[in-house]
C-alpha cells in the first residue's frame, strides 16, 4: 500500500466510521481473520480480498490511534532490524515460530552498570 492509497482508505474510514474507534476496529479485524483463516482452509479462490479486509482493519486501526502512514512504515523498519537479530524456536503443532526470549543477566548491586 503506498501513502496515497493509504490516505485515500483512512479518509474513507474515517467519514464512512466516525464513530470507529482502534479497538472497534481491531475487534473487526479478529472476525475477518477467521473469514480468512476459513477460506485459507478452504482454498477459496477469493481468499485475497480477505486478505485486503485484514490490511484495511489493521491500518485503519493504525491510523485511528493516531498513526500516519510514515509512522507505521518507520515501526515496520523498526521492528524488522530487531527481528532479523532475534534467536527464533521451532515450530509449534500449528506452524507458529516464536522468537527466543533474551534473557538479561541481572545487575549486581555494588557494579558500575
Known amino acids: ?3 496515497t492509497q493509504f490516505e485515500t ?3 474513507w474510514q474515517r467519514v464512512t466510521f466516525p464513530n470507529a474507534t482502534p479497538l472497534s ?8 481473520l477467521q473469514e480468512l483463516v476459513h477460506d485459507l482452509k478452504n482454498g477459496n479462490d477469493d481468499r ?3 486478505f485486503a479486509d485484514c490490511f484495511f482493519l489493521l491500518f485503519g486501526a493504525a ?5 500516519t502512514y510514515d509512522d507505521i512504515i518507520n515501526a515496520i523498519e523498526e521492528k524488522w532490524e530487531i ?5 527464533w524456536g521451532k515450530p509449534d503443532e500449528d506452524g507458529v515460530v516464536r522468537h ?3 534473557i538479561t543477566p541481572p545487575v549486581s548491586e555494588g557494579s558500575d552498570e
Do not use: P, W
Open 48 to 50: 485475497k480480498l480477505e
Open 100 to 102: 527466543i526470549a533474551r
Open 1 to 3: 500500500m503506498n501513502k
Open 9 to 11: 482508505i483512512v479518509n
Open 63 to 67: 491510523a485511528a490511534d493516531g498513526m
Open 83 to 87: 527481528n532479523k537479530v532475534r534467536s
Open 25 to 32: 476496529k481491531i475487534a473487526h479485524l479478529a472476525e475477518e
